[in-house]
């Protein structure tokens, strides 16, 4: 059997990936993330880096260190989240945003986190795990 693989690609399409053996997802609350995603909370799943392949535009993805460990990619010519990477303990692995994906997957399992910093006008109304922080 071979390993589904899952493609992804940015709003003006001119960024594509391949990601295989997804592993979590999260809805993170952090004010960070809503910031960089423009919205109450963004969804990330997560792959170790090798899993992740850029399959086209890798020259218009740009980086933003956001904290002193983390690094956001995005795609400088429409500005669609890319990669969340933080080094430390979790360097091995790289976070993109589930929705960007164009092939459907379900993930089998999902939280919330850093719910502490989450909008007021966006209720949690699933009963997924929740952390304050992550
Ligand atoms: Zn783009
Ligand atoms: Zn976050």
């Known amino acids: 059997m071979s390993t589904p693989t899952y493609s992804g690609s940015c709003l003006c399409g001119q960024v594509r990936y ?20 423009g919205a109450a909370f963004a969804t990330y799943a997560s792959v170790l880096k090798e899993n992740h392949v850029f399959t086209a ?20 010519a ?30 089998p399992r999902q939280k919330h986190i850093h719910v502490a910093s989450r909008v007021p006008w966006f209720p949690i109304a699933d009963d997924w795990p929740q952390a304050s922080a992550d």
């Open 57 to 76: 535009g890798a020259a218009l993805v740009k980086t933003y260190r956001s904290s002193a460990q983390v690094t956001r990619s995005f795609c400088s």
């Open 18 to 37: 391949e990601v295989s053996h997804i592993t979590s997802t999260s809805h993170c609350h952090c004010s960070m993330c809503r910031k960089a995603h």
């Open 78 to 107: 429409c500005g669609s989240p890319l990669l969340w990477h933080s080094q430390g303990d979790f360097a091995a692995w790289v976070s993109f945003p589930l929705a960007a994906l164009d092939t459907p997957y379900l993930p």
